[in-house]
C-alpha cells in the first residue's frame, strides 16, 4: 500500500477473480426497460439544461433532474394490433436553476422538450401524443451572476459521497450488455422487438444461462406462429452472436412466462412494459456502466440526471470506472482491478479524500514494481477531471 | 462445492476480509433521509395494504407499491423558529388489486391513511395538515375469488430475480449503523435533532472517521451557541457509544458543510432536507440489512413496497441476509458468508434455480466438513420461506 | 335618468316583476355539491390568506384562489356501510404573493391547512385522512416591501369587470335558498341527511314545485325502509316550514331519480356525490347571493376565492347586491330593483365607469322623486366600499 | 298564455326592450382567453370521444369532460422575442366509458391527443412541446353491450336541469361577438395579434365603448412604436369594421392597462395570457351563444365538454337559444324572444317538464294570433332534438 498527497491507496487484495468463481450473476435492463426509461430520461434531460446553461452563461449551472418517476398505464395489446387505453405517467422531479441576476431559464421547458425527443428517439411504436403524459415537479432555484464569473475552475464537493468502478468485464458481463444492444439494434430489422429487453445472465456449473424478457410489438404480429418464429429467429441470432465472444457453452431462454396454448405472450402496443403495470424509477436499474452485477462492488447513487459538474457522486462513479479501465488495459500484469473514490465536503473534486485501488494481479505478478504507475494513472485522471464533464454533456458517456 | 436437490453451491472464496482490507466504505441513510422516506412510506403502505387484505380475504392480493416520490419543497428555517413555504409533494405510485369478484378494495384510501401515520409517528415537527401534499397514482388490478382460492401454499416465481445477503457485519457497519439508530432516538432528549441523519463510515489507516450530517430542527435552536452545543454533545454521546463496541479510534466530524461565522449551519423547520431541495425515492438508499455497503455484494432492488408474499427480488434479499446470518451464527469456523440465491420463473419461490454461498473460513479452518450444517441451514430456511413474509407484514423485519 | 359624478344612472325600465311572470326558476346547490365544494374551499383559503397577510403586513396582499378543481372519486356506498375506494382529489389552483421584500410567505401550507379545515368543519361523513387528496398548485409571486406601504387607501381596479345585483328576493327564492339551509342543519339530528342537497324551484300555474335531490349517509341507513322513511320526515319536515313561509301551494318531490324496487337509492359514504362521479369547480353553481337565478340578470363572475380587496368582479358583485338590498328595504315605492356596476381599469374603484340602477315600481307609484334617495345609498356604499372587503375576510359575507 | 301536452307557456311579458334600456352591458371571452381554452379544450374532447365512440359502437357512450382545468406559467415575453419559464399546466377532468362489454376504449388518449390537436389548430405561437403539460383525470366507467343496443331513440333525461336563450342579438351584443371573430382572423394577416382577446361592450348615452384586452405576441414586435402602430391599426380596423354594422357612436379602447412610459405593454410569448398569471376554467366565460350579457337572462350551467346526447343541461341550452333564433326569424311581430327549457328526470328529453317562451311584440302587435305559430315551432324543434347532437358532434353548433 502506498499513501501520497492524492491520497491515493492502491492495495492487493486476495480475492477470487470473478471469472473463477462458480456463480456469477449479471442483469442489464434494456433501453425500454421502465427503470431505464426514467435513466434514459433523467440523463437527456440533464444534458439539455447544461447545453443551455453553456450556451447562454458559458457555464453548467446548478440542477439535479435525477429523480423522473414512471407510473404505468394500462394497455390492450393484441395480434396485429392493439392499444394503449391509460397513457404511462411520467413525472420530471429535480431542480435547475431557473433565475440567473436578472434573467429567467426556462428550465421545465427545456426538459419537457428533451424528454418528448428522447422518447421519439428510442421507441419506434410509442405515439409521443397520446400515450403518454409528461409533467414535470423540477424546483427552482436562482444564482447571482456575480457570484458565477467568481466560482473557481474545479468545483469543490458539496457532498460526502463516493464511487465504485472495476475492469475489466467478465465474459458474461461483455455477453449480458452485448446482447441487450443487439436486440435494440435488431428492431430496425425485425419490428416486432420491442425496447423493453431484460437480460440476466447466470454462469453456473460452466454453462452461461441467458434469460431474455423480450417485449414485442402486438401490431407487428400476424400471428401467433409469427410470434413462435420471431423467438426463435432472436434465439439463433443471439447465439451466433455469443459463440463468437466466448467459448463457454452458452443457453437461451426467451419469455419463460409465456404460455403458448393460453395465447398468453409477452406482448405490448408500444415496446416496453411500462404501459401495463410496470412503473420505474431513475436508478434502480443499470449502473453507470450498463450492468447490475452482484459479484462486483457498486454504488446505489443514481448517477443519470445528476448535475455533470458539481455533483460528486455522478463524477466519481464515472471516474472510477474509466481510472480502472485504464488501469487494466495499460497494466498487464493485473487480471482484476476495483476503484473506489471517496469525496470530502469542501475540497476540490479532484482532491478526494480517499482513492483505494485493489488489485489482483495474475499468478506470480509482482504488484510492488507497478504502483508508481497505477498511481500516475489515478493522478492524471484527478487532473483531468472536467473532461468527464464535457463527454458527459455531449453524450459521450453513458450513464446507463 | 456441491450441489443438491435445491441447487445449492457451497464455495470457499479466496477473498481478504472486509476488516482485513485497508479502505472500507459504509453509509447509512436515516429515517428523515428522503430516501429513506421513501422507503419507510412505501414499505408501511405495503404492509397496510397486506394486512387489510388479510382480513378480508384471508390472503395477500397481488401488489407493489415500491415506487413512491418525494419531491422537495422550499422552507425558510431559522433559529427559534421558520416555516416551510412550499409543502412537500409526496406521490404514491403503484398498483394494487382493488377488485375481487364483485368487491372492492379500497387500495388507495388505505395507503393514504397508512402514509399519513407513518409520518406522524415517524416525524415529531413535521405538520402533516400543511407542510405535506400526499398524492397517489396506484395503478389497479382485478382478481377472481375462485382463482384465489385455488391458488398454492406456496407461490410460484413470475420473475427471474435474485437477492443477496453477508454476514457479519464488520465492525465499521455496526457502528455506522447504530450511530443512526442512537441518533435517531436521542431526539426524544435533544428535541432539536432531527430524523434526516446521513451517517458515512470511513475505515481507513486503522481509524474510523464517522461523517455525520445531522438536520437541526429551527424552531429548537436557541442560538447559534445553542447549536454548537447541540453539535457538540452529540459528537460527545456518540464517541461515548462507540468506544465501547470497538477499539479503534474514532474521529467523527458533523455537519462539515456549515459555515458557521456566515451563519450558514444546518437546519431545518421539520427535521429532514425533503423540506428544502432533496427529493427522495424508493430503493435508492440503504439495502434490506439497513446499511449501503460497496465493499460487499449488493442487490439493486429496491425491496420495500414490494409485496411480501410474492415479489421474489424482496423475498430473495432478506432470505438470503437470514441464511447469512445464521450460518455466520451457528458455524463457527466461518469468517464471512456471502449468499446469493437466483429465482426461477415459474417455479416455486422455496426452489430456486441457484443458491450460491460463498465461505470465507478462519486461517486453517476445513471447509469440507461444515458442508453439510450449511446446506441444511439453507434447507431450512427455504421450506420455511413463509415465515418471511408474515414478519414483513407484521414489521418484524425491515427492508430499509 | 340621472347622471352624476360617480356615473350613476337610475331608470326606471318596463318589466314583468318576476312573481308576476307565469314561470320561474330557482335552483341552490348546497354545501356538499361538489361545486359548492369548490367555492367552499376556494373562499376559506382566500379568507385564510387574507387574514395572515393582515397579521404579518397590516395589509392583503395580491392573490386570487378561485379555481380549485374537484375530480371525483369513487365509492361503493351500501346500507350500513359502505366506504371511498378511490379518493376525491382536489386542486388548489390560483396565485399568491409568497415574497414580500425579503420575507416568504407560506401561501400553500396556509392554504391546504385552511382545506383541511373547512372539509372537517362542513362535513359529517367525510375522513379527511383517507377520502380525500389535496394538492395545490398556487402560483407565486412578489411585492416589494416599499411598494406595499406606497399604496393608496383605494385600491385601483386592474380589469375592466361589472356586478350585478337585485332585491328582493321572490318567495321562490327564499323559499329555495331556505330549504337547502334548512336540510343543512337537520342532518344534525337526522344525521342520514348529507351535506350535497340540490333544490329547484319551479313556479309554474300557482303551484311552487321543490325537487330536492337529497344525498343520504349508507352508514346511517338502516334498512330500505329506514331510506323511505327518512325521506318521508324530510318531505314532510319541509313542507312544514313552507307552508309558513308562502300561501303558494307547494309541492315537494325527493330523489325522483330512485327506484326502490331495484334499490338504486341516492345514498353516498361521505355525504357528497363527489366521491363517486361528480366534478366540481369554482363559479359553476350559486352566485354570489347563494342562488341561480335564469329569470334575473346574473354575473358569470366566480366571485368565491378571488381577492376581498382587490378583486373588481368580486367586490362590484357582492356591493350591487348590497345596494339593491338597502334600496329594496328603504324606498318603499319600489317592487324590484336591478343594479349592474362597471369598473373602469386604472380608477379608484369606489369610482365606477358606470353604475345602473333599474326600478320597478308599485303600480301608481312616481319614481322621480325617489331618485334621489337612492343616489345618495349608491353614493354611501360607494364611499363604502372597504366595509365589504372586510366582511368577506372575516365570513360575514357569503359568496356561495 | 296557453298550455299544452309538449308543457308550452307562451306569454307575453311587460319588458324594456334590451335596446331601449340605458346601459347595456356584454362581453366575449375570445379564443385565446384562458376560460375558453378551457371551454375549446373539454368541447373538442367531447367531441374526440363521440366520433369515436360512434364509430365503434354506433352510439355515443356516457361521459362528461366539461372540467378542464388550467392553471398559468409564467413567461418571459421581451419585444422580438420573450419564453416561457414555466409551462401552463393543463388538467382535463371528468369522466368516460372505457369498458363496453368485454372490450377497453381508449378515452384519455384519445382526450390527450384531441387536446393537443385543438391546441396547434387554434395557436399560432403556442409551442405544444415545451409550453404546456397536459395532464389527465378522467374516471372511467364501463358498460353492458347489452344494455346499448336496448336503450331507446330518446334518451331520458338524467337530471333536473334547465337551459335560456333569447333572440335575437341586440346590435352591441352583435358588435362585440364580431369584434373578437374578426381580431382572431386578422392575426393571420397582423402575426402580433394573439389569440387572448377580450372585448367588453358597453352602450350607455347612445355611444358603445368597445374596451379590448388584446394579447400582442412579444417575438412578431419590432420595438414599441410598432406595438403602438398595431394598436392603432387595429383600432381602425375594428372601427371601421363597426360603422358598417351599426349607426350608434362607437368609442375604441385598447389595453387601457398599459403604461407605455414605462414599457409595461399587454405582451406575451404565446398568444393567451395562460402563461402569465391567468388560470382558467370550464364555464366561466361566455355562455353557449358566444356571449356574457348581464342584461340577459343566463344559464350557469357549463355547456362545453358535457355529453352531447344525454347531457340535458347542455343540449336545452343549446335548443332554447335555437327555438328563440327560429321564432324571432319567422315571427316578424316578435322584438324580443326568450326561451326557458326545464327538464323532468327519469322523460324523455323531448317531454321537457316545462317550456317558457316569453315574448314581447313590437309596439301595437297582437301577441295572441302568433302563438300557434310559436308552439308549432317549439314542437318541431322538440321533435327534431337529435339533430343538436349531431351538430354538436360534427363541431357544427359552437358552445362558446
Known amino acids: 500500500m502506498s499513501q501520497n498527497k492524492k491520497n491515493i491507496n492502491v492495495e492487493n487484495v486476495l480475492k477470487t477473480p470473478v471469472e473463477d468463481q462458480k456463480v456469477e450473476l449479471v442483469e442489464r435492463k434494456g433501453i425500454g426497460h421502465p427503470d431505464t426509461i ?32 414512471i407510473a404505468a398505464g394500462s394497455s390492450c395489446p393484441k395480434i396485429g394490433g392493439g392499444e394503449v387505453i391509460k397513457p404511462i405517467y411520467i413525472l420530471l422531479v429535480g431542480r435547475a436553476t431557473t433565475s440567473i441576476g436578472d434573467e429567467q431559464f426556462p428550465a421545465e421547458k427545456i426538459a419537457l422538450k428533451a424528454a418528448r425527443k428522447y422518447l421519439k428517439e428510442h421507441f419506434n411504436h410509442l405515439d409521443t401524443e ?16 456575480r457570484e458565477v ?29 452485448q446482447t441487450e444492444r443487439y436486440l435494440y439494434n435488431l428492431r430496425n430489422e425485425i419490428p416486432a422487438i ?19 424478457a423480450q417485449a414485442t410489438v402486438s401490431s407487428e404480429l400476424d400471428d401467433i406462429d409469427h410470434y413462435k418464429n420471431i423467438l426463435n429467429e432472436i434465439k439463433n441470432n443471439v447465439h451466433d452472436m455469443a459463440v463468437k465472444k466466448t467459448e463457454i457453452p452458452i443457453e437461451i431462454d426467451i419469455n419463460k412466462a409465456d404460455n403458448i396454448e393460453k395465447g398468453n405472450i409477452y406482448q405490448t402496443v408500444t415496446g ?16 453507470s456502466n450498463g450492468l447490475i452485477t452482484p459479484n462486483r462492488p457498486m454504488s446505489i447513487e443514481a448517477t443519470s440526471g445528476k448535475n455533470p459538474v458539481s455533483h460528486i457522486g455522478k463524477i466519481y462513479n464515472i471516474l472510477s470506472t474509466e481510472i480502472a479501465n485504464q488501469i487494466s488495459n495499460e497494466v498487464d500484469e493485473i487480471r482484476e482491478v476495483y476503484v ?42 484527478l487532473d483531468n477531471i472536467n473532461k468527464i464533464s464535457k463527454k458527459v454533456i455531449n453524450g459521450e458517456i453513458k450513464t446507463f
Open 194 to 212: 420491442g425496447e423493453d429487453i431484460k437480460v440476466m445472465g447466470l454462469r453456473n456449473n460452466e454453462t452461461i444461462s441467458l434469460t431474455i
Open 272 to 287: 416496453t412494459s411500462a404501459e401495463m403495470g410496470d412503473d420505474g424509477s431513475v436508478g434502480r436499474g443499470n449502473r
Open 38 to 69: 426514467a435513466d434514459g430520461l433523467a440523463e437527456t434531460v440533464s444534458q439539455a439544461l447544461s447545453q443551455e446553461y453553456l450556451n447562454r452563461y458559458g457555464e453548467v449551472m446548478h440542477h439535479n433532474t435525477d429523480e423522473t418517476q
Open 340 to 381: 473506489r473514490l471517496l469525496s470530502q465536503i469542501g475540497q476540490p473534486i479532484n482532491e478526494p479524500k480517499c482513492v483505494s485501488v485493489q488489485t489482483i494481479p495474475h499468478k506470480g505478478e509482482n504488484i510492488k514494481q507497478i504502483q508508481p504507475t497505477i498511481e500516475s494513472i489515478v493522478e492524471d485522471k
Open 130 to 145: 397520446g400515450d403518454i403524459i409528461i409533467d414535470s415537479k423540477l424546483g427552482q432555484s436562482s444564482a447571482e451572476l
Open 149 to 177: 464569473f467568481e466560482r473557481d475552475s474545479i468545483p469543490k464537493s458539496n457532498d460526502t459521497s463516493f464511487g465504485v468502478g472495476y475492469a475489466p468485464f467478465s465474459e458474461t458481463e461483455k455477453l449480458v450488455y
